[in-house]
């Protein structure tokens, strides 16, 4: 890492530590007036005295309260998730075990060292009685012993091992800081609340395993944006990571899924657009849409962008007597774009997807500096797949490999396909047994029936199945299409 680089890392570190104090003192006057505000004079006068910060100092903003505070909260993540958030949940059988003073101190707690509590009367005096022998703490990673004083007495907290988590858990379990000021206070707000609600997906719940072959591909992805995230010293100078990489191939060949899978790995906030949406949907403020998104994506690094049918946009064939509007936008793509190649602290990537590399506009094609082939699968992997959708334990007699075989020029998509009309056929000889689902009649009983115990399985899948499955469903991509896109990786790509 770059001394600048470092010096900068050190600045942000100290900032960070510095926002947290803050926010934790904000966190405690803004209790304490609630408090005061609702009555509770002895509880706030006791959690004065208690926590280090000279209160004669700081007194809560004008038209701010923690009840306001709370509220908003509840609406933003409504707003986000279509759900209100769980902020209190129910103990269970033992209350008295988990009362709130069974937690440990939150690490760095501004608590007056040695200090006892002198809350006379009050419940929470009751409350740490009981709990004088022994507080149980569920830690959130590191397991190491920590002491702490209550009453004067030392209290042991006892280890207790909390497993890491997965990234599918980190996206779950994540809530993204509400959209920061400068959106928030000007015209682009609503742009902004469209991007957060629309375009960021809080769990893209794809993981390498999930992706079939694809094996070079995955390994030009991990070079191209995990390992920059994770080695960051490394990756700089001449080395600095690509900023720009475009997926191209058939379609249905697993270029989204492969843009999913590396937000879900690094962790990184996903931008998910295809870029015919931003023209139809956004058509008279495209440009700006694009502004925004790439202004949000640098205030969550990091980030990927992945905008899929990049040539909807960018086709070099529409450049004469295209609308002025979207030539605005293309600009403005290029330019953010640039600003992402030319910064070097900036965790942002964009992957652009396209069915039809040789259209695109050379402008974008030069600033798409990797590019990366997706092909068909091939045989291996073709039978992989059916392996996957089909497994042994729902099928018969199945002859994977010549499956496999027989579906050459199939993609991902395409097979996927495949192996749901054939797993149909059972299901279709099943009802065609138990339903007479006779579309006319008016008399028929919906009511679902959700208990398996009372509806007969289908028969296992067999070859039969498959190859009048072959009969009906025909492959997305021409065989000539093929060799252009391998022609075009060999005067274009790289690998
Ligand atoms: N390599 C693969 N492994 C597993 N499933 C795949 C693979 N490729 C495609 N699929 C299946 O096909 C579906 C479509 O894949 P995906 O959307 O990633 O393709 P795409 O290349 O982005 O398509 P398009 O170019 O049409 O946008 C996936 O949801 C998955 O079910």
Redesign the pocket.
């Known amino acids: 890492m770059s001394m600048k680089m470092m010096k900068r890392d050190g600045e942000n570190r100290i900032k960070g530590k510095r926002d947290v104090q803050e926010r934790k003192r904000n966190l405690y006057v803004m209790i304490c007036n609630h408090l005061a505000n609702n009555g509770y004079i002895d509880t706030a006068a006791c959690m004065q005295r208690e926590i280090d910060i000279n209160f004669d100092n700081y007194e809560v903003a004008d038209n701010m309260d923690l009840y306001y505070v709370l509220q908003d909260f509840e609406e933003y993540y409504e707003l986000r998730f279509q759900k209100k958030p769980t902020l209190v949940k129910k103990t269970g059988d033992n209350p008295v075990k988990k009362s709130m003073l069974n937690r440990k101190p939150p690490s760095g707690a501004l608590k007056k060292q040695g200090s006892t509590s002198r809350a006379s009367g009050s419940s929470s005096t009751k409350a740490q009685k009981s709990s004088k022998e022994e507080l149980k703490v569920k830690k959130s990673k590191s397991s190491v012993e920590n002491q702490f004083s209550l009453e004067g007495k030392n209290i042991e907290i006892q280890k207790e091992e909390v497993k890491e988590e997965t990234p599918e858990e980190y996206f779950e379990n994540r809530v993204l800081p509400p959209l920061p000021e400068f959106v928030l206070a000007g015209e682009l707000k609503d742009l902004a609340l469209s991007v957060q609600r629309e375009i960021i997906t809080s769990n893209p719940e794809v993981s390498f395993k999930?992706?079939?072959?694809?094996t070079t591909a995955k390994k030009l992805m991990k070079e191209a944006v995990m390992l920059p995230l994770k080695y960051p010293h490394l990756f700089t100078g001449l080395l600095e990571p690509w900023k720009g990489i475009l997926?191209f191939?058939?379609?249905?060949?697993?270029?989204?899924?492969?843009?999913?899978a590396v937000a879900t790995q690094c962790k990184t906030t996903f931008f998910n657009i295809?870029a015919s949406t931003i023209v139809s949907k956004w058509r008279g403020d495209s440009e700006k849409l694009v502004k925004i998104l790439f202004d949000l994506a640098r205030y969550y690094q990091p980030s990927t962008i992945f905008i899929?049918?990049i040539d909807a946009v960018m086709s070099s064939r529409s450049q004469s007597g295209e609308h002025e509007a979207s030539r605005r936008m293309k600009t403005e793509l290029l330019i953010q774009l640039d600003g992402l190649i030319k910064s070097t602290d900036e965790r942002v990537f964009l992957l652009a997807?396209?069915?039809l590399p040789w259209e695109l506009d050379s402008a974008l094609l030069r600033r798409l500096e990797k590019r990366i082939l997706?092909p068909l699968?091939e045989l291996e992997?073709r039978k992989a797949?059916i392996h996957?959708l089909v497994p042994p334990t729902k099928s018969e007699n199945l002859d994977y490999f010549e499956i496999a075989a027989l579906l050459d020029g199939y993609?991902?998509?395409?097979?996927?396909l495949v192996c749901k009309e054939a797993a149909m056929k059972p299901l279709r000889r099943l009802m065609d047994r138990i339903e007479n689902v006779d579309t006319d009649t008016d008399d028929f009983d919906w009511t679902p029936i959700t208990d398996p115990e009372k509806v007969p399985q289908p028969e296992p899948v067999t070859m039969d199945d498959f190859l009048q499955a072959l009969e009906t469903t025909k492959a997305a991509t021409h065989v000539i299409e093929q060799s252009k896109y391998q022609k075009w990786m060999e005067e274009f790509g790289s690998v």
Request: proline share 9%; hydrophobic share 35%; aromatic share 0%.
């Open positions: 999930d992706i079939i072959g694809l997926l191939g058939p379609p249905g060949t697993g270029k989204t899924m492969m843009a999913k295809s899929d049918e997807a396209s069915n997706i699968p992997a797949l996957l993609s991902g998509s395409d097979i996927r």
